[in-house]
C-alpha cells in the first residue's frame, strides 16, 4: 500500500510557481492612467489612457478584490465602446495596470 503525501503548496493562496500557475499568455500587466474616484471606501473608474489614447468607461460590469502577498488588489471588468477590458488597482503600490483585453 502506498502512502499519500497529505501536503499540497497548492493549498496555500499566497504560494505562487510561476513555471506551473498563475502565467497567462493573454495578460498585458501595463501600467495605465486612471480617472478614478472613491466614494464609501469604493473605487469607481471613469477613464483610462494606455498607449496614448484616452478610453471612457461606459459601465463597471465587475469588480473583486484579491490578496496578492501582502498586496490587495482590486480588479475591475470594464465596458469602453462595446470592448471590454480588465483594469485593476494595487492597494499597496497605487499602481493601476491593465491586465486584458476580454473577447
Known sequence: MQQQNSF???ARW????????GFNADALD???EVLAFFKHA???PKSFIWNN???QIDKITY???EHIGQALINYFSVNC????YQISFNNTTFRW???KIMQ
Open 8 to 10: 499540497s503548496p497548492k
Open 14 to 21: 499566497d504560494r505562487f510557481e510561476p513555471d506551473k500557475a
Open 30 to 32: 501595463e501600467r495605465i
Open 42 to 44: 469604493k473605487i469607481f
Open 53 to 55: 489614447k484616452e478610453y
Open 63 to 65: 469588480n473583486w478584490q
Open 81 to 84: 465602446a462595446g470592448q471590454m
Open 97 to 99: 495596470q491593465i491586465d
